[in-house]
């Protein structure tokens, strides 16, 4: 599996310097201010994300109105199409890159960020597009997230795909599977459903949604909602056929350009209707498989059985959803003249990068140090070196003091100054100190403090600024540059509730509580906020 992912990793680099990547990238937020900060910075990095040459149509798309990631998808490529006009030709496979997300779970950095949880810087560093030195010249998780996506719209394009991508903006996900060595055909193919096959367990059973697939053809059978594991197994012992195969929903998606033309003429009016929004999961995709009214109300009845509320919920915004949907079935098919056909594309056991919660970052970020497997394998991804110095340290483009005490950690385009400085198992990307301490580790992202200490382990330090400061075990310390100046905000690793008080009030000290400071830093212009962190990070030791 290690070379596997290995493989698809270079090989998703690989296109980006061949010029095989997407030449037209639509990004689709949720405000004015997120739309002109998008559209800046996916231009600016689109030689290290998409094609070496620059040559992707980088469009930026505001929702405005709440609209679902499926209404969402037909609203945003109705822009896209208007913008680019009739004149420049439609690519053979194009991606959306849906960006929303505030990122409550990872407060108070996606605070700082402007509520753009996308944002997050990585540990990568953007070669092509920006100047090396630029503390602001590194892959954000949207970057990192439409890199990889590279390799799936090669393989549907080259499979004969005709149509569009479209997938959230923070996954990065690398297959475990090599699909060069099998044979595809998706010519005669309205959408692609990508998935896991793997055992149905509890967990997965009550977390993810699952499709059934005709092992025969390739296609989806039917999607089933979040459930317990024996009403799952109960659906999918109803199904017909021997040849049956189950997998995961990864979430992201494909759907042709029919699909994309016939949805615009059919949900028209629904776009324009601001009290209307639906996602794609799981709901449109099972409205898509009933065959009519009576097995949508079966759908219905069976969730009333177990509990659940979702068509209901769904009904009470949408009524007309289910008529909706067989219309818009009715009318593709009669468009190209076969059934619906939904292919499943199986990613097999994918790696994941998740820096969308605390726990995990601190995770992802402390297995950059140690030479396991998936050690090895973060490295690749964000493109880091694996030689170590006599120390087992591994110090790419960095100053160190060299009587200082430093082993086992990673450094990246970092200034420290003090022989006093203590570093065992830590990340430091960016750094600009004139002395660090973190003895039992942590990781001190694109700060700028001229003492800054750890005092315990598992503390993370993102874009701070200051002049002193001392992270407890688990600390979370971040400065946002508020109108008024710069404030530091802190949270704790053991938070792990931000949906109650400990969102909505101040906590751990702070002045404001985590809602506050998000309301007041996306009222601020993305681009200004990136401008006033860079002054200063700059300002240091300078």
């Known amino acids: 599996m290690f070379e596997i992912w290995r493989k698809n990793i270079w090989q998703n680099?690989?296109?980006?310097?061949?010029?095989?990547?997407?030449?037209?990238?639509?990004?689709?937020?949720?405000?004015?201010?997120?739309?002109?900060?998008?559209?800046e910075h996916l231009t600016r990095n689109r030689r290290d994300v998409f094609r070496a040459d620059g040559k992707t149509l980088i469009h930026s798309v505001c929702e405005g109105v709440r609209k679902g990631n499926f209404l969402g998808t037909f609203n945003a490529w109705l822009d896209t199409k208007q913008a680019i006009g009739p004149s420049i030709e439609l690519p053979q496979v194009a991606l959306m890159s849906m960006v929303f997300g505030k990122g409550k779970r990872l407060s108070p950095f996606t605070q700082a960020l402007g509520n753009r949880k996308p944002a997050f810087l990585t540990p990568m560093r953007a070669r092509a597009s920006q100047r090396a030195k630029d503390a602001g010249a590194y892959i954000r998780t949207v970057d990192?997230?439409?890199?990889?996506?590279?390799?799936?719209?090669?393989?549907?394009?080259?499979?004969?795909?005709?149509?569009?991508?479209?997938?959230?903006?923070?996954?990065?996900?690398?297959?475990?599977?090599?699909?060069?060595?099998?044979?595809?055909?998706?010519?005669?193919?309205?959408?692609?459903?990508?998935?896991?096959?793997?055992?149905?367990?509890?967990?997965?059973?009550?977390?993810k949604e699952w499709i059934a697939i005709d092992g025969q053809t390739g296609t989806m059978k039917f999607q089933y909602a979040r459930q317990d594991i024996n009403s799952l197994q109960q659906r999918l012992g109803q199904l017909a056929?021997?040849?049956?195969?189950?997998?995961?929903?990864?979430?992201?998606l494909a759907i042709s350009y029919d699909f994309l033309e016939v949805a615009l003429a059919i949900l028209r009016d629904d776009l324009l209707?601001?009290?209307?929004?639906?996602?794609?999961?799981?709901?449109?995709?099972?409205?898509?498989?009933?065959?009519?009214?009576?097995?949508?109300?079966?759908?219905?009845?069976?969730?009333?059985?177990?509990?659940?509320?979702?068509?209901?919920?769904?009904?009470?915004?949408?009524?007309?959803?289910?008529?909706?949907?067989?219309?818009?079935?009715?009318?593709?098919?009669?468009?190209?003249?076969?059934?619906?056909?939904?292919?499943?594309?199986?990613?097999?056991?994918?790696?994941?990068?998740?820096m969308g919660l605390h726990v995990a970052l601190r995770r992802n970020l402390e297995s950059l140090t140690v030479d396991s497997p998936d050690g090895a394998i973060s490295r690749e991804l964000f493109g880091i070196p694996h030689d170590r110095d006599p120390n087992g340290n591994i110090v790419v483009d960095s100053q160190l003091?060299?009587?200082?005490?430093?082993?086992?950690?990673?450094?990246?385009?970092?200034?420290?100054?003090?022989?006093?400085?203590?570093?065992?198992?830590?990340?430091?990307?960016?750094?600009?100190?004139?002395?660090?301490?973190?003895?039992?580790?942590?990781?001190?992202?694109?700060?700028?403090?001229?003492?800054?200490?750890?005092?315990g382990p598992?503390?993370?330090?993102?874009?701070?600024?200051?002049?002193?400061?001392?992270?407890?075990?688990?600390?979370?310390?971040?400065?946002?540059?508020?109108?008024?100046?710069?404030?530091?905000?802190?949270?704790?690793e053991s938070i792990i509730d931000f949906k109650g008080e400990s969102y909505s009030q101040p906590i751990l000290g702070n002045r404001l509580s985590f809602e506050e400071a998000g309301k007041m830093m996306e009222q601020m212009d993305g681009r200004e906020l990136e401008a006033r962190w860079l002054a200063a990070w700059q300002s240091r030791l300078s």
């Open 144 to 207: 990192l997230s439409n890199l990889y996506a590279n390799l799936w719209l090669q393989h549907l394009r080259q499979n004969g795909f005709g149509g569009l991508v479209v997938k959230w903006g923070d996954e990065a996900i690398i297959p475990g599977k090599r699909w060069s060595q099998e044979k595809y055909d998706y010519r005669q193919v309205d959408a692609v459903r990508f998935v896991w096959k793997t055992k149905v367990t509890e967990t997965l059973a009550r977390e």
């Open 273 to 354: 209707d601001p009290q209307r929004w639906v996602d794609w999961d799981p709901y449109a995709w099972i409205a898509l498989c009933c065959r009519d009214e009576a097995q949508w109300q079966a759908e219905m009845a069976h969730e009333d059985k177990i509990g659940k509320t979702g068509i209901r919920d769904l009904l009470r915004i949408f009524p007309d959803f289910y008529p909706r949907m067989a219309q818009l079935r009715q009318t593709l098919e009669a468009k190209t003249g076969r059934p619906l056909t939904i292919s499943v594309l199986d990613f097999g056991e994918a790696f994941w990068t998740d």
């Open 401 to 455: 003091p060299a009587a200082a005490d430093i082993r086992d950690s990673l450094i990246i385009d970092t200034i420290i100054e003090d022989k006093a400085s203590v570093i065992h198992g830590g990340v430091v990307i960016g750094g600009r100190h004139r002395q660090l301490r973190m003895p039992e580790g942590g990781s001190a992202l694109f700060c700028a403090v001229d003492k800054l200490t750890f005092s």
């Open 13 to 39: 680099l690989e296109i980006v310097r061949q010029n095989d990547g997407p030449a037209l990238a639509t990004i689709v937020s949720g405000n004015e201010t997120d739309k002109a900060f998008w559209q």
């Open 458 to 492: 598992a503390g993370i330090a993102f874009r701070l600024i200051g002049s002193t400061f001392d992270i407890p075990a688990g600390g979370r310390y971040t400065t946002l540059f508020l109108p008024e100046g710069p404030e530091t905000i802190v949270a704790n």
């Open 241 to 252: 056929g021997d040849a049956q195969e189950v997998g995961v929903n990864l979430g992201s």
